[in-house]
């Protein structure tokens, strides 16, 4: 019996090799016709073989697949320990949960403290702040980089109420990390780093990800790897932060125990906690207010494929953002254009870098161009000749936050005590006004990018 099981499994994980295969071929680019994505999933056969074989296990919940690739993403990046969620919002939203632990003592966020974020980006990486009773503090975005104002965070710090900085690497670009982890350091606090956009950037010989207290990333199909839906807490150091962000995960209980196992601690009708009685079983009780917010073990078993191919992926964002560049760079009287933190222009030899700071390699999750005003054409006409074109493109997610209904009604609301604004955010304003990006993802081929290049072009009157 055991002979034929294991032949029926290869029989079926060969034919569903064949079938991907077969069905995966590509398709010839018709310009105009054919659609250019901004994003989407890059796999072959071996992340369906991947899934299917982990199906037939059926270990539905996380099990041995989501330990293997946690421990490998820790081990990429360089973290001491990676917890698998199941979105990267539900991984800010467990990271900013795990600052509000009584464990952490003195330096916990409480409701009513402060946590310093910035106004332009995506709306998870703030609500999380909020849905735990801690007021966001909005400092203003720099266009041209995409990240946060380095002069306005000392304006956002208030002594003894702050207690967070909670920002994003825009588009793979790695914020100014020597001045944040110096600042949070000088004023003892916190550091989240939302890397769901950035996984593979580099700041100096450092990955992001790693320089903050706990790092988040996403694996929604646009992002650097995907696991269809999915996320990850990364705990960069402290081990307190880790079983606590693993109890918020898991429904806040106290036990540590996998799914699946009993007594890991050997004391599991030992405990005395709150005010159970001595001996109430362990994995039913309670230490935070948590949430189940696991992904299933046949994701992660995709994700460990995915991971291998990462490097390759990284690669050729980083080409294909080079090669659009290079292919509209004599547009610079009617678009501002990205430049990496620290870099002080593009040639088409690479960038030039201010002496003295680390060098910069975003990842890059987006090709982002800033419509030049009183220029030919604005935002929204060259968003619709891209569309026209067949080629997506998006806004730089929420733009300035505030400015979305549902942060003005929540202003309204509170009569302004839900959330503190640093200054007229003028830049946040232009990037919600101007900026729009397209795609740089590994599934991009030449041609997509000739086509883009050529429909920006012409959509500038340049042949």
Known sequence: M??????????????????????????????????????????????????????LDFWLTLGPEGAAFEAELAAFLGVSRTLLVN?????????MAT???????????????EVITVAAGFPTTVAPIIQCGAVPVFIDNDPITGNLRIDHLEDAYVAGKTKAVMVAHTLGNPFDLTEVVRFCRDKGLWL????????????????TGTFGDL??????????????????????KESLLKSVAESIRDWGRDCWCPSGKDNTCRRRFEWQLGELPQGYDHKYIYSHLGYNLKPLDPQAAIGRQQLKKLPGFIQSRIDNWSYLRRGLMDLADVLDFTLP???????????????????????????????KPGGPLSRTGLARALDDAKIGNRMLFGGNLVRQPAFVQLAKDSQGQAFRVIGDLAGADRIMNDSLFVGTYPGLTREHLDHIIAVVRTSFGRS
């Open 215 to 236: 790092s988040t990333q996403s694996f929604y199909p646009p992002h650097h790897l995907t696991l269809g839906e999915g996320g990850a807490v990364n705990v960069t």
């Open 192 to 207: 989240i780093e939302d890397n769901c956009d950035s996984l593979g950037s580099r700041y100096g010989d450092a990955l």
């Open 99 to 113: 600052l509000t632990s009584h464990r952490l003592g003195e330096r916990r966020v409480c409701p009513g403290d």
């Open 341 to 371: 933190t620290h870099a002080t222009g593009w040639s088409e030899s690479g960038f030039q870098w201010e002496a003295g700071k680390p060098l910069v390699t975003p990842s890059w999750f987006g090709f982002m161009m800033l419509v």
């Open 87 to 95: 979105s990267g919002s539900s991984a800010n939203l467990v990271a």
């Open 2 to 55: 055991t002979d034929r099981l294991t032949q029926l499994r290869q029989e079926i994980l060969e034919r569903t090799r064949e079938l991907i295969r077969l069905r995966e071929v590509p398709k010839p680019f018709l310009p105009g016709q054919s659609v250019v994505p901004y994003a989407g999933r890059v796999f072959d056969e071996e992340e369906v073989v991947a899934g299917v074989s982990s199906m």
